[in-house]
């Protein structure tokens, strides 16, 4: 069974930037699509950004767009989001989300779509 687990999220600054993984056990990342998700106090969990199973497709929420970049390295059997330019409002728990389709060459952002969830990882940013 696939698990998931988030590291990397911390305290930054304004303008900061952090990486975040997903490292996964349990079975090959490679057949699923990648979503990270955030959710912050009082709010709904939104998705951030995907990438794909197949061709690697990325996806990104527009307040995101050109801040954020998501990766995958297949023989580590993990996925990055580098979050760069980070703002007060990307205070969130971070969340990765699996699913499993090797043939998929999109991505959503809809959070039911994904099966597999990992703990998620608290990202603050704060002067």
């Known amino acids: 069974q696939l698990q998931l687990v988030e590291s990397g999220g911390g305290l930054v600054q304004p303008g900061g930037s952090l990486r975040l993984s997903c490292a996964a056990s349990?079975?090959?990342?490679?057949?699923?699509?990648i979503g990270w998700f955030r959710q912050a106090p009082g709010k709904e969990r939104e998705g951030a950004s995907c990438?794909?199973?197949?061709?690697?497709?990325?996806n990104f929420i527009g307040s995101v767009k050109g801040r954020f970049t998501i990766s995958r390295d297949n023989a580590k059997n993990t996925v990055y989001l580098q979050m760069n330019s980070l703002k007060p409002e990307d205070t969130a728990v971070y969340y990765c989300?699996?699913?499993?389709?090797?043939?998929?060459?999109?991505?959503?952002?809809?959070?039911?779509?994904?099966?597999?969830w990992g703990q998620g990882t608290q990202v603050t940013v704060s002067s």
């Open positions: 989300a699996a699913k499993r389709n090797p043939f998929l060459s999109i991505c959503t952002l809809v959070p039911v779509h994904y099966s597999d």
């Open positions: 349990g079975s090959t990342l490679a057949n699923y699509a």
């Open positions: 990438i794909s199973s197949r061709f690697g497709t990325t």
